[in-house]
């Protein structure tokens, strides 16, 4: 079974600041996906980055990107330059190699952005 | 741009009534699904559907059914709602193995 692990209930960043988001996984597959959404205080999930286990280079989206580890089994996204829309709940999620486009998510990230 | 809409933001019931959530995605998505959020635990799965009359169970689909006789439409049926059935539901579309397409969820409570 995959699992998906985030130990920061919680966290602060100063506006203008890089800050990291950690996000562990479990799995026995070879082949998985890895996803990043955002969900605002509006409710709706947001996608945010995509990287594949087989993906030689981590994935970036503008402000976004994933710092992978496979080794660590570590899925790490980076916001760079936080911005006061940055405030949200931060969900890591696991896509299983074979099994349709089911989702396992980690239990949620809490980002406040100070000014 | 793909579009998930949820019939209901917010929605009040009294225990052992029958619920009914509706999803509807306007993109032609073959896959559908069901969540629930609770605090703490993320999103937990707990129907999708890859086909019209399709359905697989998730993670938590003890005291749900689901319905999908329409490409774009999924709903989600509580058939006797329990006080610990309340949650954010959040329905999701999608193509393949491509990223999810979430609705705006809808958050129910059960009295």
């Known amino acids: 079974a995959q699992k998906i692990t985030q130990t920061q209930p919680g966290m602060f960043v100063q506006e203008k600041e890089a800050v990291t988001l950690d996000c562990t996984y479990d799995?026995?597959?070879?082949?998985?996906?890895l996803f990043w959404y955002k969900q605002p205080s509006s409710g709706e999930m947001i996608f945010l980055i995509y990287?594949?286990?087989?993906?030689?280079q981590n994935a970036t989206e503008g402000r976004y990107s994933l710092n992978f580890q496979k080794a660590r089994k570590s899925a790490n996204l980076v916001i760079s330059a936080s911005q006061l829309g940055d405030s949200a709940m931060y969900f890591c999620?696991?896509?299983?190699?074979?099994?349709?486009?089911?989702?396992?998510f980690g239990g949620g990230t809490r980002l406040m952005v100070k000014p | 741009d793909v579009k998930v809409t949820q019939s209901s933001r917010y929605l009040v019931k009294r225990t052992g009534e029958k619920v009914f959530l509706e999803c509807v995605q306007d993109?032609?998505?073959?896959?559908m699904f069901w969540y629930r959020q609770d605090p703490g635990l993320g999103l937990r799965l707990i129907y999708f559907?890859?086909?019209?009359?399709?359905?697989e169970k998730g993670d938590i689909p003890e005291g749900y059914s689901v319905s999908r006789e329409k490409k774009e439409r999924f709903s989600l049926i509580l058939e006797s709602a329990s006080t610990n059935q309340t949650s954010m539901y959040l329905c999701?579309?999608?193509?393949?193995?491509?990223?999810?397409?979430f609705g705006p969820g809808t958050r129910l409570t059960v009295t």
């Open positions: 799995t026995s597959d070879q082949s998985y996906g």
């Open positions: 990287q594949g286990s087989y993906d030689e």
């Open positions: 993109m032609d998505h073959e896959n």
């Open positions: 999620a696991m896509r299983p190699g074979d099994a349709g486009n089911m989702l396992t």
């Open positions: 559907s890859y086909d019209v009359k399709m359905k």
């Open positions: 999701a579309s999608s193509l393949q193995r491509y990223e999810q397409y």
